[in-house]
């Protein structure tokens, strides 16, 4: 009644003042507009504040690579991140590798830093990102507990140019793993690879389904946008039966035909995992003594109606 009375309000800077913890973790984007970091960004609040933490979102240009002119491409936004007045930090990656200013923990050399993203880093930092072997065995799981065994794959073409080169090569090679371990019927000729565009996965499904007398029962796509081409041309094929599967792991469109089974990033446990790194505990190493950054890996999980009917 009070502090009603007196209008009071907790100044949390005020009250961490007497205690070496702050509370707070940053969370660092390259682009909070991309669907990943949104969708990230709204689990890491609501896990933080689960660890008694709050969470202070930044952004920083990931052009900046510690050059005279870089400072002024640095958002600051006058928080007290640095000064080292954090217990955490999260870097949400725009590209991949990370950027060389985002590697170096020079500045907060006594911070926590880990790295979130769709990737596996290559990076001295410990990082939580998306396992794409166990991604890609839970959607061909799923389409052979439906009774199909044909699959083809739709995914992009590995491109050393392009930030994305090492995840098109992966999932490649965990489609090949994840069919061969169940005897999926697939072969070169149905692992097609390309542009992440929606008039390829049309063109592509349209040649597959309905030239071939030996066609798959079943497509995975790289992404949504391919999976919504495919989706397309199997209507304009009257194809009602052919199963298609979307890896969406950087959610561009919340929207997407409710026919087409959608694998989407895990947010919350990647969240709970990102936490795990940040929270010490007392069987925790000193620092100079850490082996070396921990890697966690989490695997995507289904959100189609469609699934869940199933």
């Known amino acids: 009644r009070a502090a009603h009375d007196l209008d009071y309000h907790a100044n949390y800077a005020a009250s961490t003042l007497r205690r070496d913890s702050t509370d707070l973790w940053e969370v660092t984007m390259a682009d909070p507009t991309d669907g990943f970091c949104s969708a990230f960004l709204s689990h890491a609040i609501t896990t933080a504040a689960d660890h008694g933490k709050r969470v202070l979102a930044t952004i920083l240009d990931e052009s900046y690579g510690g050059s005279a002119e870089g400072p002024e491409a640095v958002d600051h936004r006058e928080d007290p991140t640095h000064t080292g007045e954090v217990d955490g930090r999260i870097l949400l990656p725009r590209s991949h590798p990370l950027p060389p200013s985002w590697a170096s923990t020079s500045r907060h050399a006594?911070?926590?830093s880990i790295v979130v993203s769709p990737w596996s880093p290559s990076t001295t930092l410990s990082s939580v990102c998306i396992d794409h072997a166990s991604t890609m065995d839970l959607a061909i799981t799923h389409l052979t507990a439906h009774?199909?065994?044909?699959?083809?794959?739709?995914?992009?073409?590995?491109?050393?140019?392009?930030?994305?080169?090492?995840?098109?090569?992966?999932?490649?090679?965990?489609?090949?793993?994840?069919?061969s371990a169940v005897r999926q019927t697939t072969g070169p000729q149905w692992m097609l690879l390309g542009p992440r565009t929606t008039a390829r996965g049309y063109d592509v499904t349209s040649r597959l389904m309905g030239t071939s007398a030996d066609r798959p029962d079943s497509l995975i796509c790289i992404d949504a946008l391919v999976a919504s081409g495919a989706r397309l041309a199997l209507d304009?094929?009257?194809?009602?039966?052919?199963?298609?599967?979307?890896?969406?792991d950087h959610p561009a469109a919340t929207q997407?035909?409710?026919r087409i089974i959608v694998l989407r990033p895990n947010f919350e446990d990647m969240a709970r995992a990102a936490a795990s790194l940040l929270t010490p505990t007392s069987a925790d190493p000193p620092a100079e003594r850490t082996p070396?950054?921990?890697?966690?890996?989490?695997?995507?999980?289904?959100?189609?109606?469609?699934?869940?009917?199933?």
């Open 110 to 112: 006594a911070v926590r």
């Open 147 to 179: 009774g199909l065994r044909k699959t083809a794959f739709l995914g992009a073409a590995p491109n050393e140019a392009h930030e994305d080169s090492m995840r098109d090569a992966s999932y490649l090679i965990a489609f090949e793993s994840a069919a």
């Open 236 to 248: 304009a094929l009257h194809d009602h039966s052919t199963m298609v599967v979307a890896i969406d």
């Open 256 to 258: 997407i035909d409710p």
């Open 292 to 310: 070396g950054p921990i890697h966690q890996e989490v695997p995507m999980t289904f959100i189609s109606q469609l699934v869940q009917a199933s």
